[in-house]
């Protein structure tokens, strides 16, 4: 029996690269530096560090931050077992443990002591201090931390500090160029690039109008939901209207107005 097929490689999640991303990921990860992806929502992030963890052959752990996590659910906590106390790790001890990649999402939303933990493993140290067990480890050549976050709605009090910042080489994203973004919806939704070109081009205006009526621009995300509903079948004013546009904004005045930039486009 062909034991290819019993233990198929896992696939390599698609990811179209806009510049010089890819090589740069690969050189920090041999040359064993962090890396901090900045960027709109929706834009690419998550999926391109899938892509490269794979491709490198690496594990993933990947943990959403927000407002209530606290360093200790990074590390780890001494909790109570049929009456004895045992340490369990966190997600980022088992990484450092057992190398790969940990990918911190949305970091800015941690809570401050977070950047205590990172501290020592984004410098040239690339050590763990578990203050609760006494242990000190060292982080294995092959780990390494990705952070991401949306500069876009953080606040002022959110940003993150120079003295973590400064610990990351940055890359910053933005959405594909226009023939790219067709190539990369179509890719994945199923649906045609003639008919997916439309929606890129209804994108690109909504864009321009961020910072202004708008918060954030329609993601990459959104445009392959909406073209997902079309190649199934949904007529694509629907579909325009339930991705591209209700998800934007709640405000009715601004909505009213999107749907008429929408009309005009979409026929
Ligand atoms: N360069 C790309 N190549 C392939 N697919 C892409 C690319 N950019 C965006 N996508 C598509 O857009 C979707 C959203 O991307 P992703 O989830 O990586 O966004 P993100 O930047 O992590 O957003 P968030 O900040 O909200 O977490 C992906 O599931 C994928 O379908
Ligand atoms: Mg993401």
Redesign the pocket.
Known sequence: MNLMLRHPLPEIP?????GNECALFETAWTRQLPLLLK??????????VSHMAAKLGLPLTTVSCHDDLAAADLTGRYLLKGGETIWIDGPLTRAVRDGGVCYL??VVEARKDVAVVLHPLTDDRRILPLERTGEELAAPPSFMLVV?Y?PGYQNLLKALKPSTRQRFVAIE?DF?PRDREIE?VSA?SGLPPSKVEPLVVLAQRLRALKGHDLEEGV???LL?YCASLIDAGLPARDAVRSAMIEPLTDEPDIRAALFELANAVIR
């Open positions: 698609a990811y179209a690269p806009v960027g709109p929502t929706g834009c690419g992030k998550t999926r391109f999402d949305e991401s949306n994203f594909l990369v994945e993601s990459t995300r392959v």
